[in-house]
């Protein structure tokens, strides 16, 4: 209630008794950090946990938060924008800040990219991905072709349609049969190139091809569903192979997207350019909700010349003027300073720090791509001690599954990135 001042614990208690939290049940078993206020890579504790008041944040709140907490450039934009106005409907009505961010999005994206969806999350943005390409082959009278085909391992998000793609081991498809979307799966890519692999995809593809609306991939690295890396050469491959049978392709860059795996997409590592791709996360800088869905002009005309020449797709908060800023003031610090050699940076400080991983008891593997550090353990890491031992060192980890890993904001300093990497291996050690 307004005007009510609460203590720490007596928020915490209210949380636990009305609040859902993410994969969580209710109520709840573990009791979350209370955050304050965050600044830099610094999140400010309300109380102080195993000593610390504050945490290195080594997730970037999900991989969003690249320019850190409480930019100076991204504030200032969207204080601008909130005296001119915090949100204008869509429909009949336009903005300068959606106007620009399309702009920038087209020009930072490959060539062919030239039309503009926003949508308000990264999940919804994958479900106008697949409306687009369902819609596209409906509109060239091919409406048998209304299926997705992906590999397992896979990660598109929590609402309905992308559940179907994601890995239905790991999505657990089993509680769904029946009621998600029956999708079409190939093998979880190998990390090396195998040409082996690659006549797999293409024999899937040719058994289904004519009831297969697109391909819907993760480029270079699965994330959510496992923190794997395959080869670049396979999003080649993808590009012939759809080409080939007459299926549209869609790269999901939400969590690859801007700078991430080195490039500043990940469609970028192999030069190849989808028919449709979704951004997201680290859009807005990890300000605010918004996500965006691209298609080139062979996509957009084809819906336009179908039965139902439109996209039938319209959220409320579409276009939202604050997120817009936000994307358009994060997209200007992301360009205008040498990301590349941050990223680099970042990548070297990684591989230096993770490499004593190796001779811990219960580590499989270590991998680093980009600003992206992963440990994987050869059991099932107990979560809450692993988050334990990493909050002991001062820093902020999501561990899941057999992974800890980090996606640090890349202004993280070397520093920042040695206490990540110390406090990886001690949770390693002791998960
Ligand atoms: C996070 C994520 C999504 C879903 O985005 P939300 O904004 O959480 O809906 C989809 N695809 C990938 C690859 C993601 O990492």
Same mark, same amino acid.
Request: net charge negative; charged share 20%; glycine share 10%.
């Given at each position: 209630?307004?005007?009510?001042?609460?203590?720490?614990?007596?928020?915490?208690?209210?949380?636990?008794?009305?609040?859902?939290?993410?994969?969580?049940?209710?109520?709840?078993?573990?009791?979350?950090?209370?955050?304050?206020?965050?600044? =830099?890579?610094?999140?400010?504790?309300?109380?102080?946990?195993?000593?610390?008041? &504050?945490?290195?944040?080594?997730?970037?709140? $999900?991989?969003?938060?690249?320019?850190?907490? #409480?930019?100076?450039?991204?504030?200032?934009?969207?204080?601008?924008?909130?005296?001119?106005?915090?949100?204008?409907?869509?429909?009949?009505?336009? @903005?300068?800040?959606?106007?620009?961010? #399309?702009?920038?999005?087209?020009?930072?994206?490959?060539?062919?990219?030239?039309?503009?969806?926003?949508?308000?999350?990264?999940?919804?943005?994958?479900?106008?991905?697949?409306?687009?390409?369902?819609?596209? $082959?409906?509109?060239?009278?091919?409406?048998?072709?209304?299926? +997705?085909?992906?590999?397992?391992? *896979?990660?598109?998000?929590?609402?309905?349609?992308?559940?179907?793609? %994601?890995?239905?081991?790991?999505?657990?498809? @089993?509680?769904?049969?029946?009621?998600?979307?029956?999708?079409?799966?190939?093998?979880?890519?190998?990390? &090396?190139?195998?040409?082996?692999?690659?006549?797999?995809?293409?024999?899937?593809?040719?058994?289904?091809?004519?009831?297969?609306?697109?391909?819907?991939?993760?480029?270079?690295?699965?994330?959510?569903?496992?923190?794997?890396? @395959?080869?670049?050469?396979?999003?080649?491959?993808?590009?012939? !192979?759809?080409?080939?049978?007459?299926?549209?392709?869609?790269?999901?860059?939400?969590?690859?997207?801007? *700078?991430?795996?080195?490039?500043?997409? #990940?469609?970028?590592?192999?030069?190849?350019?989808?028919?449709?791709? %979704?951004?997201?996360?680290?859009?807005? *800088?990890?300000? +605010?909700?918004?996500? /965006?869905?691209? %298609?080139?002009?062979?996509?957009?005309?084809?819906?336009?010349?179908?039965?139902?020449?439109? !996209?039938?797709? =319209?959220?409320?908060?579409?276009?939202?003027?604050?997120?817009?800023?936000?994307?358009?003031?994060?997209?200007? +610090?992301? +360009?205008?300073?040498?990301?590349?050699?941050?990223?680099?940076?970042?990548?070297?400080? !990684?591989?230096?720090?993770?490499?004593?991983?190796?001779?811990?008891?219960?580590?499989?593997?270590?991998?680093?791509?980009?600003?992206?550090?992963?440990?994987? !353990?050869?059991?099932?890491?107990?979560?809450?001690?692993?988050?334990?031992?990493?909050?002991?060192?001062?820093? $902020?980890?999501?561990?899941?599954?057999?992974?800890?890993?980090?996606?640090?904001?890349?202004?993280?300093?070397?520093?920042?990135? #040695?206490?990540?990497?110390?406090?990886?291996?001690?949770? /390693?050690?002791? /998960?």
């Amino acid at each position: 209630m307004e005007g009510r001042n609460f203590t720490p614990g007596q928020l915490l208690d209210l949380d636990r008794e009305h609040v859902w939290h993410p994969y969580g049940p209710m109520p709840a078993v573990e009791r979350p950090l209370l955050v304050e206020s965050a600044s =830099g890579v610094r999140l400010r504790l309300a109380q102080p946990v195993h000593g610390a008041d &504050e945490l290195i944040d080594g997730m970037s709140s $999900w991989w969003a938060a690249v320019h850190g907490y #409480a930019n100076p450039v991204i504030d200032a934009a969207i204080r601008d924008q909130l005296g001119r106005m915090s949100h204008v409907m869509f429909g009949g009505l336009t @903005h300068e800040p959606a106007i620009r961010l #399309a702009d920038t999005l087209v020009g930072m994206t490959p060539g062919p990219l030239r039309h503009v969806f926003l949508a308000d999350s990264g999940s919804v943005s994958i479900e106008v991905a697949a409306k687009m390409c369902l819609q596209y $082959w409906r509109s060239r009278g091919r409406p048998e072709k209304r299926h +997705l085909l992906t590999w397992r391992g *896979g990660y598109h998000g929590d609402t309905w349609l992308p559940m179907s793609v %994601c890995d239905p081991d790991g999505g657990m498809h @089993h509680l769904w049969r029946g009621s998600l979307a029956e999708q079409i799966f190939a093998d979880t890519p190998p990390a &090396e190139f195998d040409t082996a692999y690659v006549e797999h995809l293409e024999e899937v593809l040719a058994v289904n091809a004519g009831r297969v609306a697109a391909v819907i991939v993760e480029p270079v690295v699965q994330n959510a569903g496992g923190m794997r890396f @395959h080869s670049p050469r396979y999003l080649s491959a993808l590009r012939e !192979l759809t080409a080939a049978h007459d299926v549209l392709l869609v790269f999901d860059e939400i969590a690859t997207g801007f *700078g991430r795996t080195g490039e500043l997409f #990940a469609a970028d590592h192999a030069g190849v350019c989808p028919d449709v791709m %979704c951004v997201g996360k680290a859009l807005t *800088g990890g300000y +605010l909700t918004m996500a /965006a869905t691209l %298609c080139t002009a062979g996509v957009a005309d084809g819906i336009s010349s179908g039965e139902v020449p439109v !996209l039938a797709h =319209g959220p409320t908060f579409m276009g939202n003027p604050l997120a817009a800023a936000a994307a358009n003031a994060s997209l200007g +610090l992301l +360009l205008e300073q040498d990301w590349r050699a941050e990223v680099g940076r970042i990548e070297s400080r !990684l591989t230096e720090g993770l490499a004593p991983a190796l001779g811990l008891p219960g580590v499989r593997a270590t991998r680093v791509l980009g600003a992206i550090g992963v440990i994987q !353990l050869d059991h099932n890491a107990d979560m809450a001690t692993a988050t334990r031992a990493a909050v002991r060192s001062g820093v $902020w980890l999501r561990p899941f599954r057999d992974l800890i890993y980090t996606m640090p904001p890349y202004i993280s300093t070397d520093d920042d990135i #040695a206490r990540i990497t110390a406090a990886m291996l001690a949770a /390693a050690a002791e /998960a």
